[in-house]
């Protein structure tokens, strides 16, 4: 009889212990730790100018002390990131503060022209400023009608000039000249005027309109086309690059459902892209209203209403603020009010026309939602 005896089955071998991976949450500094070590900067730096300043018998630097505070606290940020999280984690933070640093000294100029016009402005402001001329005012009192409604009206003369132009001229260079001579001929040209100094464009106003007209010649029309030479090429490359932006394939989609390109260019990329642009137009906008020099060779100087843009001279804020701080007279502050107020005027004007075009560039955007 035989006996048949099963083997045992093979043992496997004992499986090792799994390490446990590190996670990542691991040596990972604490969310409040940047604002802890710029707060020990800040302290540190102006415990430091403060004995200096005490020493010296001198006043607090707080220029130093804010250069003094944020390179302290990259050196903290940088070093102590570092050892706690890492070398790479380390560079981040460094080039993070790095980044939030240019931010705050490009910040710094920005509030300091705010906070100064608003505060000196706000002494000049009242009733009869918006609602007189300087017709017959000498000294106190008088305002800037005036030169309200003459900024309004030239800004929207170069606007109907410039705006038409520099779009079609957008649309060209992307949509039809593409490759061409004439197109890069174009773009040289734009990006030169780009860079013409502003008394450029009014000096060439004059001379067109002295030609016609002979020497001595002001008119608000001359002051809208001196802007409209400085506008044409912000609108033409801004709203180059937008109607860049707009993908080919929106395009070729409607070619192929048989629209003709005229009207793909005006219902399908046009509407796509008339947030960019409207931005860019009104960075143009932006770029002309405050200008001084072309207006003064051009609009001149005037202390009556005048609602004729192509008769007589027409006064704007800018050369408004600038007259009443060159010559004053007495007394002296009347004049300087004036010319902040002025200021504060004109500030309030581009903020409310960047306003309206957030508005329509809402509207008139193309909506995502079904």
Not at 112 to 117: G, L, M
Request: hydrophobic share 55%; aromatic share 8%.
């Amino acid at each position: 009889m035989t006996v048949i005896t099963s083997a045992a089955p093979p043992q496997s071998p004992p499986e090792a212990p799994l390490e446990e991976s590190p996670r990542l949450t691991s040596g990972h500094l604490p969310t409040w730790s940047p604002w802890a070590l710029l707060g020990a900067s800040a302290v540190i730096s102006a415990l430091l100018f403060g004995i200096v300043a005490m020493a010296e018998g001198s006043g607090f630097n707080i220029a130093a002390w804010a250069v003094v505070t944020a390179v302290l606290y990259l050196v903290l940020i940088t070093i102590i990131s570092s050892l706690v999280e890492g070398r790479r984690k380390g560079v981040d933070r460094l080039v993070t503060g790095v980044v939030s640093v240019a931010f705050a000294i490009a910040m710094v100029p920005l509030v300091s022209v705010a906070v100064t016009v608003v505060v000196n402005g706000v002494a000049g402001i009242s009733a009869e400023f918006f609602t007189s001329s300087m017709r017959n005012v000498v000294g106190e009192g008088g305002g800037a009608l005036h030169a309200i409604v003459g900024t309004l009206l030239i800004t929207l003369a170069a606007a109907v000039i410039s705006i038409p132009i520099g779009l079609f001229t957008a649309i060209y260079l992307v949509e039809y000249g593409a490759g061409k001579q004439l197109a890069r001929g174009i773009t040289f040209l734009v990006d030169v005027m780009t860079g013409i100094p502003s008394i450029v464009a009014g000096l060439f106003a004059y001379a067109l309109f002295a030609l016609f007209f002979g020497p001595g010649i002001r008119m608000g029309i001359m002051g809208s086309i001196a802007l409209a030479v400085l506008m044409i090429p912000v609108v033409v490359r801004s709203s180059e690059e937008m109607l860049r932006l707009v993908p080919n394939e929106l395009r070729e989609a409607s070619y192929a459902l048989g629209v003709p390109k005229w009207l793909t260019i005006s219902k399908v990329v046009l509407p796509t892209s008339i947030a960019g642009i409207t931005t860019g137009i009104m960075l143009s906008i932006s770029r002309v209203i405050g200008e001084t020099a072309p207006l003064l060779l051009t609009a001149g100087v005037a202390t009556s209403m005048n609602y004729n843009l192509f008769d007589g001279r027409m006064m704007t804020l800018p050369v408004f603020a600038y007259s009443q701080y060159m010559n004053q007279g007495i007394p002296a502050s009347a004049y300087v009010d004036r010319a902040w107020a002025a200021a504060l005027a004109l500030i309030v004007i581009v903020m409310v026309l960047n306003l309206i075009a957030r508005l329509v560039a809402k509207v008139f955007s193309p909506k995502l939602g079904r």
